[in-house]
């Protein structure tokens, strides 16, 4: 890695490429800063401290702590990322986004722009809803509706605003920039998060002690790691022969590649959506005044991750099987509208292609359908590992860090999807092909 690096700072282009995109990230993390006029910063972190459970922190983990901070980038990109989500499953759904989508090059641009006008309008409903539900109990220490006015409009520009440095990234820097700005955010909680890791199993204990604390997070961390760059680059390859044909007078086809299915098809998204699910319920009760106390408020400690793998209270780890369920349900779930076998069966049948041994048409598609179907449920069981290692750790020795499982997916994720397309411009900027032979 460290080798392309190098090598990408000789070209000029590459270099100018990454140099934006560290100056754009400057910029996340400087507005991440500014506070939101008319309101007090105290506010959220006091609330946020008052909290048992986890439902704002994974929140906040992707906003990099801007929301606790009340900062304008305090709604971040999550408006643009459920905006991308909505579109997905719509594109679905509604047919003329379907055909929008197969429309080529113009019908992405048109389902690109709907996205940004979701964006904007999640964006503007989200500081409406937090200004309403957290102004009047203290967010905004003189509350009116100039002032209340003001707050939704900053929180609303901020988000639109981080989008706007996304697609800027994208098309002028390296990497997908929604991605990118995602990352930096999550990474911006890491030296907090290893700073509370020392203060609780390394600060004050003996050399033995605190040596063996240290190489046990260390190794934890490097096997996670590990764990999720295996499970991104996991393939499954299907070989595809076509078959030899008459174009004039020359033969052509009768060349063989293959399909290549990856394990973790859905990447992190299955994590996300079953996070999210889970913290609905204590979210609502924290903004209701639910008691936590009763029957009710078990069945929610129970949901939250916080209490999994407690010792002291292992009832509540029941929690564990629902969010296991949810993780591979939406595996399949995400993974069949995003991979269709039918599509790929009939467009291999019309181009001459066939797999080996199988009949093209509804053979075929049984066949991926049956392939997809079991490397589906290895990379959702996969992901389930490697989320619930840090949930793990924190129930049972009080390890507990903001960057959790799905914010390692994430920056591993996106550090080797960058890396392949600073490699892929290189490669295309220095291959000279057969006319310098």
Do not use: C
Not at 14 to 25: G, K, Q, S
Not at 45 to 52: E, G, I, K, R
Not at 134 to 163: C, Y
Not at 299 to 316: D, E, G, R, T, V
């Amino acid at each position: 890695m460290l080798k392309t690096l190098r090598d990408a700072f000789k070209v000029k282009d590459i270099r100018e490429r990454m140099l934006f995109t560290f100056l754009m990230l400057l910029v996340v993390r400087f507005g991440s800063q500014l506070p939101v006029p008319g309101v007090d910063r105290n506010y959220l972190a006091n609330w946020f401290a008052n909290q048992t459970g986890d439902a704002f922190n994974f929140f906040s983990a992707f906003t990099g702590g801007s929301f606790e901070k009340m900062s304008i980038f305090a709604l971040n990109i999550t408006p643009y990322i459920t905006s991308s989500i909505i579109m997905q499953l719509l594109t679905i759904a509604i047919p003329a986004l379907e055909e929008m989508h197969k429309d080529g090059e113009e019908g992405r641009k048109k389902i690109t722009a709907i996205t940004r006008y979701v964006t904007v309008g999640l964006a503007l409903t989200e500081s409406l809803a937090m200004t309403i539900g957290f102004g009047r109990q203290g967010l905004i220490p003189d509350m009116n509706f100039l002032t209340g006015l003001t707050v939704i409009a900053a929180m609303t520009a901020g988000s639109t605003f981080l989008m706007w440095i996304g697609e800027q990234i994208t098309e002028h820097g390296v990497g997908n920039g929604i991605s990118i700005v995602l990352m930096i955010n999550i990474l911006s909680r890491v030296p907090a998060d290893m700073a509370s890791l020392y203060e609780s199993f390394i600060k004050g204990k003996t050399l033995a002690k605190g040596v063996l604390a240290g190489v046990i997070i260390l190794a934890v961390i490097i096997i996670t790691i590990v764990l999720v760059i295996l499970l991104s680059d996991a393939t499954r390859r299907i070989p595809v022969q076509y078959a030899k044909k008459m174009q004039g007078r020359k033969m052509v086809g009768g060349q063989s590649t293959f399909i290549p299915l990856k394990v973790n098809t859905a990447g992190v998204i299955p994590v996300i959506f079953a996070s999210s699910l889970l913290s609905m319920p204590s979210m609502i009760a924290a903004f209701a005044g639910i008691s936590q106390d009763g029957v009710g408020g078990k069945i929610i400690a129970s949901l939250s991750q916080n209490n999994w793998f407690s010792p002291s209270k292992p009832i509540y780890s029941i929690g564990l099987i629902i969010y296991i369920a949810l993780i591979i349900a939406f595996a399949y779930f995400y993974t069949s509208i995003t991979f269709n076998p039918i599509e790929v069966a009939d467009n291999m049948k019309k181009q001459g292609g066939f797999i080996p041994g199988i009949r093209p048409g509804k053979p075929t598609s049984d066949y991926l359908n049956k392939i997809l179907n079991y490397i589906v449920l290895i990379g959702a069981l996969g992901l389930t590992v490697v989320v619930l290692i840090p949930i793990f750790f924190n129930g049972v020795f009080g390890a507990y860090v903001s960057f959790g499982g799905t914010s390692i997916i994430i920056i591993v994720g996106v550090v080797l999807e960058t890396i392949k397309q600073i490699e892929s411009q290189m490669v295309v900027r220095n291959y000279r092909g057969f006319l310098s032979e």
